[in-house]
């Protein structure tokens, strides 16, 4: 079923279908989770938080902006709250979908390289964390990552610098920094750095 009809489907107060929209989003924002909290079980209890606030606030949705917009700043501000509201400092560590295929000690290589990165993620402001998160892990465009923040592409774009400036200082002698350009997009965690 698509967004369209569940949709029509949400007009009618109709709320069958929203089965299918858990999982056809659940990756995603178990993902998006797992880089707020660095914990695989509390990123499971957060993930399920979001779609229950989610369907809570269905009634609300007005339809000014797609369906899938609207999870996603839900999820956005319900992973925020959480963040505030931890009292234990964030240890970060790398997330299951990161571990490459290959010989024993890239692996190894791999997996500290990511929590370096994930560490450096931490400790970026929300804002920049955001825009990453959306632009690069959810490989969201940059009209979509402004639609679902709420501000003008052009913020998204100076955001996204700001957000690459960050992590380069934040990596800075780690030797795991490489300059990203404009084509270096690739969805994974070597575009940021």
Avoid at 90 to 113: C, I, K, N, T, V
Avoid at 134 to 158: C, D, M, N
């Amino acid at each position: 079923m698509r967004e369209s009809e569940w949709l029509d489907l949400l007009r009618e107060g109709n709320f069958d279908w929203f089965e299918e929209l858990v999982d056809a989003y659940k990756h995603r924002v178990y993902a998006l989770c797992y880089r707020k909290t660095f914990d695989a079980s509390e990123a499971e209890d957060l993930a399920q938080e979001i779609f229950l606030q989610f369907y809570r606030k269905l009634p609300l949705f007005r339809g000014e902006a797609a369906l899938s917009t609207w999870l996603y700043r839900v999820a956005l501000n319900c992973a925020a709250s959480y963040v505030r509201k931890r009292r234990t400092p964030l240890l970060p560590g790398a997330p299951p979908e990161m571990a490459s295929e290959g010989e024993p000690g890239d692996e190894l290589l791999e997996r500290e390289r990511s929590e370096t990165v994930m560490n450096a993620l931490s400790r970026l402001k929300n804002k920049e964390r955001e825009v990453l998160e959306l632009f690069y892990f959810q490989r969201h465009s940059t009209a979509k990552v402004a639609e679902i923040l709420g501000i003008a592409p052009r913020g998204v774009e100076t955001r996204l610098r700001r957000a690459r400036e960050s992590m380069k200082r934040a990596l800075a002698g780690t030797g795991y920094f490489e300059e990203v350009t404009g084509d270096a997009r690739n969805g994974s965690i070597r575009a940021l750095v």
